[in-house]
């Protein structure tokens, strides 16, 4: 199993930053592929960015030159560096680990943008 823990939301005014964080334990060596999702109040969850271990790089359009991920194997984290949000951009963010026997989420943290 893999347990995911998620930090780094919070309240931002729009056209700010935040980085969102991710560490990853326990069956590491299982990740195939990590990633960010997102849900915002009556709406279905949504990929914001995934990146698999061969650096290829996926993005919902919304983001695409505003969101940047990254994955640090050494410290067994996914970040996502978000900026110039929006306050479309609201929603629980969650991190996502797709492993070789299974998905793993972690329990998502608070990104609260205001106009």
């Known amino acids: 199993q893999v347990q995911l823990v998620e930090s780094g939301g919070g309240l931002v005014q729009a056209g700010g930053s935040l980085r969102l964080s991710c560490l990853a334990s326990?069956?590491?060596?299982?990740?195939?592929?990590m990633g960010w999702y997102r849900q915002a109040p009556g709406k279905q969850r949504e990929l914001v960015a995934n990146?698999?271990?061969?650096?290829?790089?996926n993005y919902i359009n919304s983001v695409k030159g505003r969101f940047t991920i990254s994955r640090d194997n050494a410290k067994n984290t996914v970040n996502l560096q978000m900026n110039s949000l929006k306050p479309e951009d609201t929603a629980v963010y969650y991190c996502?680990?797709?492993?070789?026997?299974?998905?793993?989420w972690g329990r998502g943290t608070q990104v609260t943008v205001s106009s």
């Open positions: 996502r680990a797709a492993c070789t026997y299974g998905v793993y």
């Open positions: 326990g069956s590491i060596n299982d990740i195939n592929a």
């Open positions: 990146m698999d271990n061969s650096r290829v790089i």
